[in-house]
Nanobody
Framework: QVQVAESGGGMVQAGDSLTLSCIDS????????MGWFRQRPGNEREGISC????????YYATSVKGRFTISQDNAKNTLWLQMNGLKPEDSGMYYC????????????????????WGQGTQVTVSS
């Protein structure tokens, strides 16, 4: 089955932590990129964090550096996003996505470069 599925969203209070999970069962190249994206109402999807699957080169949006951590289990095709110190501005629909390897931060955090997407999981942070 060709599928990307994420889960773990929820409603939390500012300062809380949350961990999102993603399983990619689709076809993959020898090296590829996987990332987390967020979409807020009325806005385009923005890159939050991503990784090159084999080399584990990671990138983070400036707004989440030091608070969010991306991790992976290559054998299980699983990706996580650990979110600590959540803020109301972190709220949004979070998506997991996969693409042919995009080694530069500009491309790796660009939603337009990804072609396999999960359905999204909602994260709501209350003050």
């Amino acid at each position: 089955q060709v599928q990307v599925a994420e889960s773990g969203g929820g409603m939390v209070q500012a300062g809380d932590s949350l961990t999102l999970s993603c399983i990619d069962s689709g076809p993959r190249f020898a090296d590829h990129s996987m990332g987390w994206f967020r979409q807020r109402p009325g806005n385009e999807r923005e890159g939050i964090s991503c990784t090159t699957w084999n080399r584990k080169i990671t990138y983070y949006a400036t707004s989440v550096k030091g608070r969010f951590t991306i991790s992976q289990d290559n054998a299980k095709n699983t990706l996580w996003l650990q979110m600590n110190g959540l803020k109301p501005e972190d709220s949004g629909m979070y998506y997991c996505a996969a693409a042919v390897c995009r080694p530069t931060p500009e491309e790796a955090l660009d939603a337009r470069q990804y072609d396999r997407w999960g359905q999204g999981t909602q994260v709501t942070v209350s003050s």
